[in-house]
């Protein structure tokens, strides 16, 4: 087995600048590090247990396939927040049969970024 010390997903944009605009002001990510110079130059994002690189650039958008999850502590604070700032909204806050509160939104790209909060009843909030 691999033993792997650390991780992150890694995003060519079709711009790069407009992805770090949206990564790092209109969703507000903490910046971990940057690397290189120029437009396609390297910025890693925080992702709460993770990591988001977006470096580099691509002739065509990421696989459709590519989604995000981000945890929030309020997905309705992060709503009007994220719609203050111009978001691509695809869908607000709704909670889902599963019991988890989601909205999704879309970067500059097109890849889909679920916003969720887990309620405090949730079981994934608790350990079996």
């Given at each position: 087995?691999?033993h792997v010390?650390?991780s992150?997903?890694?995003?060519r944009?079709?711009?790069?600048e407009?992805s770090?605009?949206?990564y790092?002001?209109?969703?507000?990510?903490?910046?971990?590090?940057e690397?290189g110079?120029?437009?396609e130059?390297?910025?890693?994002?925080?992702?709460?247990g993770?990591?988001?690189e977006?470096?580099g650039?691509?002739e065509?958008?990421p696989?459709?396939?590519l989604?995000?999850?981000?945890?929030v502590?309020?997905?309705?604070?992060?709503?009007e927040?994220?719609?203050?700032?111009?978001?691509?909204v695809?869908?607000p806050?709704?909670?889902e049969?599963?019991?988890?509160?989601?909205?999704?939104?879309?970067?500059?790209?097109?890849?889909r970024?679920?916003?969720?909060?887990?309620?405090a009843?949730?079981p994934?909030?608790?350990?079996?």
């Amino acid at each position: 087995m691999v033993h792997v010390l650390g991780s992150r997903v890694l995003l060519r944009p079709t711009d790069p600048e407009r992805s770090r605009a949206f990564y790092g002001e209109v969703l507000g990510l903490a910046v971990y590090r940057e690397f290189g110079t120029g437009p396609e130059r390297g910025t890693v994002y925080f992702l709460g247990g993770g990591f988001l690189e977006v470096s580099g650039r691509s002739e065509s958008p990421p696989a459709p396939g590519l989604q995000l999850w981000l945890q929030v502590a309020d997905v309705q604070a992060a709503y009007e927040e994220l719609r203050g700032r111009g978001a691509q909204v695809l869908r607000p806050p709704l909670k889902e049969p599963w019991g988890l509160v989601e909205m999704w939104v879309a970067d500059p790209d097109g890849v889909r970024i679920a916003v969720v909060e887990v309620p405090a009843d949730h079981p994934l909030r608790f350990r079996p």
